[in-house]
């Protein structure tokens, strides 16, 4: 799909739409892509014309977002185009402990590239209960921090049930995860039983594919993340809260073994900053996947 200018071969016309979303995938903050794919579209309006050059959006890229910015976001713009012509697809893994914004980063990426596959690991989870009995699977029939009340005679109980069932759902995962790759779809995938160490990207002649993991340093900003969660949810805030500690030992638990393993550790306070360094992981992954491909 060629950059969203209008015109070219397909005689298409300028789509505001798409040049916010192509900027957001960039890296552009929502607010300000759609500040500057308006300006495009009242230019071109004005001129009566349905086609704007690069060296033309750049220049309105340094008017709208500053010098700097606007000449970044039209670089990661062209880093954007060529992700596009690798024609591979793209396959996000989003780990980190219950709360963390999981899956609203999952969302805002997958809107930013236009990705229609999002799953969870519970999801996974929550269908192999239906298919082995808690005598049989126990810790897939708890949450993650509950996982080890099934193994109180464990030396660490809580870490040995979470890890426990991480590798029995992450079973499901893969089937899931190779299946969109013989297909050719592009899926973000987002939970708590994606473990650092536990998880296989694949090959970047294959995938453009990620892994990071995102936290939450701060304790009254995570409170607050299940506050949120409590609003839309039918699951209410205490069951979250009355074993904060050991969410939050669990985090501890998977950030570990992301720095370990060279898993990217993002910062979760600002979704959008967090989608932001997710999407600059993306962009780097597909420069990964062009030097393979040469």
């Known amino acids: 799909m060629p950059l969203p200018l209008g015109g070219g071969e397909l005689g298409l016309p300028y789509s505001r739409g798409l040049m916010a979303r192509s900027l957001m995938a960039a890296g552009v903050a929502g607010h300000r892509a759609y500040a500057l794919a308006s300006r495009v579209h009242d230019e071109l309006r004005e001129r009566r014309q349905g086609r704007i050059e690069l060296e033309r959006l750049e220049a309105l890229a ?3 977002l500053g010098e700097e910015e606007g000449r970044e976001s039209i670089q990661r713009l062209r880093r954007y185009q060529e992700l596009r012509e690798l024609d591979l697809p793209i396959m ?3 780990g980190g402990a219950t709360g963390t914004g999981k899956s609203t ?3 805002e990426l997958a809107y930013r590239f236009g990705i229609t596959r999002v799953t ?3 999801f996974v989870r929550q269908t192999m209960r239906a298919f082995f009995s808690s005598d049989f699977m126990p810790s897939i029939h708890q949450s993650s921090f509950e996982a080890g009340d099934a193994y109180p005679d464990a030396d660490d109980p809580l870490e040995f049930g979470f890890l426990q069932q991480a590798r029995n759902v992450l079973v499901g995962v893969r089937a899931s995860s190779e299946r969109a790759l013989e297909e050719g779809w592009s899926l973000v995938l987002e939970g708590v039983h994606l473990v ?3 998880v296989e990207l694949p090959r970047p002649d294959l995938a453009v594919s990620v892994f990071v993991v995102l ?3 701060d304790e009254d900003e995570h409170v607050r993340h299940f506050r949120f969660r409590d609003e839309d949810s039918e699951r209410p ?3 979250y809260l009355d074993r904060f500690s050991d969410i939050r030992r669990l985090q501890e638990v998977i950030v570990a073994r992301a720095r370990r393993t060279g898993v990217p550790v993002v910062e979760n306070e ?3 900053a967090a989608a932001r360094t997710v999407a600059d992981l993306v962009l780097d992954a597909a420069e990964r996947s062009r030097t393979v491909a040469r």
Request: charged residues 30%.
């Open 62 to 64: 340094v008017e709208v």
């Open 92 to 94: 996000v893994f989003i």
């Open 105 to 107: 980063v999952a969302a």
């Open 120 to 122: 969870s690991t519970d």
């Open 196 to 198: 650092p160490g536990m």
């Open 215 to 217: 936290s939450i340093d």
């Open 237 to 239: 805030e205490s069951r």
């Open 270 to 272: 600002d979704a959008d």
